[in-house]
């Protein structure tokens, strides 16, 4: 199934990390949590590039992102600030990262699943989390 981000004139941000550490700033117009790959345009591509092909094995997680830099200053709080639909879930990565949110689509058997932060002030509009980089999730209060 794929995940559109709107009519064909809109892209979505997104923050790519590899479970490497290499992290890539770039566009998407369409994202399928099914496939194994998909286009990323990186931000500092030239008009007329091609995309680059990201494969969905090599990563950490894509972060649907609302602005690339952030608020650097603000520390997103780990704690759920505003009723969601789906399952609390904190999620750490083998990083060490923590993530809490919310999901519809966790299953421990599935390439990966969407989590939509518990922050609405996160810059994070959600994140699609891979799971082989992760180490643990579990239920949060």
Do not use: C, W
Not at 24 to 51: N, Q
Not at 56 to 63: E, G, N, S, Y
Not at 110 to 136: E, H, I, Q
């Amino acid at each position: 199934m794929t995940v559109y981000m709107g009519p064909t004139s809109q892209v979505a941000r997104v923050v790519v990390h590899y479970a490497d550490g290499l992290i890539l700033k770039g566009f998407l117009r369409s994202f399928d949590p099914g496939k194994d790959s998909f286009p990323l345009m990186l931000r500092e591509a030239e008009p007329g590039a091609s995309p680059l092909h990201v494969r969905v094995a090599d990563l950490k997680a894509v972060f649907f992102v609302e602005d690339f830099d952030g608020e650097p200053q603000y520390q997103e709080r780990k704690e759920f600030l505003a009723n969601a639909a789906g399952r609390r879930l904190a999620v750490r990565f083998h990083d060490g990262e923590e993530l809490l949110g919310t999901s519809l689509t966790y299953h421990p058997s599935r390439t990966g699943f969407f989590l939509f932060p518990g922050d609405p002030g996160s810059n994070n509009d959600k994140v699609f989390v891979v799971a082989s980089a992760v180490t643990d999730v579990r239920p949060a209060a």
